[in-house]
């Protein structure tokens, strides 16, 4: 709570939700190279129907993310009434995360590198914090009691 008595945004949902919109972020930097946009996302995604897939994964938290910005403390709108539904958002996303990771691992045949392992180690991070942040939960409470 700050001063106003508002809920502040908790800064680790930010980074939990950009790292479930990490297609999203590809896309944005992509745009930056003026000569090729494609060849940063050929880094990351093999083809383009990981590309769309990670698109479709980072759907839900762009959505919770615009609830965040858009729910009112003083009154009431449709951002607050989605707040009560953005934790099942986010872990559902997190499980179709899941999914595509374990494809990805198998369609490499187990092979190793330190950016899968990295995500893996992401996604475990996002997911303990979606599930024991005292911090999320009652920011998100708070913001959908106001429904």
Known sequence: ????????????????????????VAAIISLTFAEDRT???KLFYTN??????????????????????FAGEDERNWANALMRFAQPLLLLSLIVDATLILWMFIEQHGAFSFGRAGIIFGWFICGWYLVNSRRWRFYRRHLASRY
Request: avoid cysteine; hydrophobic fraction near 55%; aromatic fraction near 8%.
């Open 39 to 41: 060849r940063l996302l």
């Open 48 to 69: 383009s129907e990981q590309f769309g897939l990670m698109l479709l994964v980072g759907l839900p938290a762009l959505i919770v993310l615009l609830a965040t910005t």
């Open 1 to 24: 709570m700050d001063k106003e008595g508002r809920a502040s945004f908790p800064l680790s949902l930010l980074l939990v939700l950009l790292f479930e919109m990490r297609g999203y």
